[in-house]
Nanobody, 125 residues
Framework: QVHLVESGGGLVQAGGSLRLSCVASGRTSGVSTMGWFRQAPGKEREFVAVILWYGGNTYYADSVKGRFTISRDDVRNTVYLQMNSLKPEDTAVHYC??????????????????WGQGTQVTVSS
């Protein structure tokens, strides 16, 4: 069983930066893909970024491309989401997710079987 814990959310002004962290524990050897998703009030959960655990390939939603960077630390079993030039529309609960045995990247939340508890990101205008 894999367990995910996110941290790093908070309140920031537009144009500011935050770095989210997601620590994976448990049986992490089977994890193939790690993703970040977010959900704003009244909206569906949407894809933000994904990274392949082996190889490090990344993929981003168009809305965050050029502003957000996803990365991983193999030693610490941690995935990061560096968020720069934040906008009010980035306000949402941000979730870390893990997929076991997935081949390639996926932007579909249903591809991920393990989720963290979420961390709130609020960007004021």
């Amino acid at each position: 069983q894999v367990h995910l814990v996110e941290s790093g959310g908070g309140l920031v002004q537009a144009g500011g930066s935050l770095r989210l962290s997601c620590v994976a524990s448990g049986r992490t050897s089977g994890v193939s893909t790690m993703g970040w998703f977010r959900q704003a009030p009244g909206k569906e959960r949407e894809f933000v970024a994904v990274i392949l655990w082996y190889g490090g390939n990344t993929y981003y939603a168009d809305s965050v491309k050029g502003r957000f960077t996803i990365s991983r630390d193999d030693v610490r079993n941690t995935v990061y989401l560096q968020m720069n030039s934040l906008k009010p529309e980035d306000t949402a609960v941000h979730y870390c997710a893990a997929a076991v045995g997935l081949v390639g990247v996926s932007t579909n939340p249903k591809s991920y079987g393990v989720w963290g508890q979420g961390t709130q990101v609020t960007v004021s205008s």
